[in-house]
């Protein structure tokens, strides 16, 4: 009996993105060899997971799980709007929501090799994969865990928002909705991202220098635009969803309420998603037919 080691169970993985313990089984049946345990596993699993590990998965569903003062924010995509209303799926989104909340992982990969449902995570993707024949995978997480305490808010399953706060919790679900709402980059001015100020600000000083107005006014003009932006994409100064007379920040003090920090996942934000061209496609599947005729 040849010895299977971690290598070859890891090599055989990699091929076919069957789960380890069916790659381990698979060598051992096929006794090392790494074509036959491809076989096997092509026979028992059938080729789907392997082939779909390369398509684009820009779909999905962001899941939320809290417990106290500890929470988590998950997003975890799919190929097709319509699996990401699949029983399965959704029930493993929620449960790795739930595992990043208790577990609190490193990582995705950390995620992965958790314990789940009598295998690891990792496994129970990958058999998912196998079964409904379109790639799936993790992409991100925020867990949150102290003394204050947490909402979240889902807007169906596309948009998903957690607010860490300390005061009225209907204040805070409020500015939850707000958020999935209004998309704000960040919680105040002092906290938006240097790089997304100087994009803002290349972009107004190329402007104004149309303008062709003398240059204290030109600067004037930038820095006008610039903190025009930063009031724009704060959440604490945007005016109030449900009340554009206040700011955020004005409807927070008026609760008692302050928020100390938030996250918002959108499925598939920065994706670049496939665009099939289904004439290009035919008319290059025409052009091999008559090339091979």
Request: glycine share 6%; charged share 25%; hydrophobic share 45%.
């Amino acid at each position: 009996m040849a010895a299977i080691t971690a290598a070859m169970v890891g090599e055989l993985r990699a091929k076919t993105d069957a789960p380890m313990m069916e790659c381990k089984k698979a060598l051992t049946e096929a006794n090392g060899d790494m074509a036959k345990a491809e076989e096997i596993l092509r026979v028992k699993l059938g080729s789907k997971a392997s082939k779909a590990a390369s398509r684009v998965t820009a779909e999905g569903v962001i899941a939320a799980f809290i417990s106290g003062g500890t929470g988590a924010l998950i997003e975890v995509n799919c190929e097709t709007d319509f699996v990401s209303k699949n029983d399965d799926f959704l029930a493993l989104s929620q449960a790795c929501a739930q595992l990043v909340a208790e577990k609190n992982p490193a990582d995705v990969a950390a995620l992965s090799a958790l314990p789940h449902a009598g295998k690891t995570v990792e496994e129970v993707r990958s058999e998912l994969i196998g079964r409904i024949g379109e790639n799936m995978s993790i992409r991100r997480f925020k867990r949150f865990s102290g003394d204050s305490k947490l909402v979240s808010y889902l807007h169906g399953t596309r948009i998903g928002v957690m607010v860490e706060f300390t005061g009225d919790e209907v204040a805070a679900k409020d500015v939850a909705m707000h958020i999935a709402a209004m998309k704000p980059i960040a919680l105040s001015t002092a906290d938006v991202p240097a790089d997304k100020i100087a994009a803002e600000k290349s972009v107004a000083e190329q402007k104004a220098a149309e303008s062709g107005k003398p240059a204290e006014i030109v600067a004037k003009m930038v820095d006008g635009a610039v903190q025009k932006y930063l009031k724009e994409v704060s959440l604490l100064n945007q005016p109030f969803v449900k009340n554009d007379k206040q700011t955020v920040e004005q409807m927070l003090k008026a609760a008692n309420t302050t928020v100390k920090s938030f996250t918002m996942y959108v499925v598939g934000e920065g994706i670049e998603k496939r665009q099939d061209d289904f004439a290009a496609e035919v008319a290059a599947q025409v052009a091999a037919a008559k090339a091979t005729a």
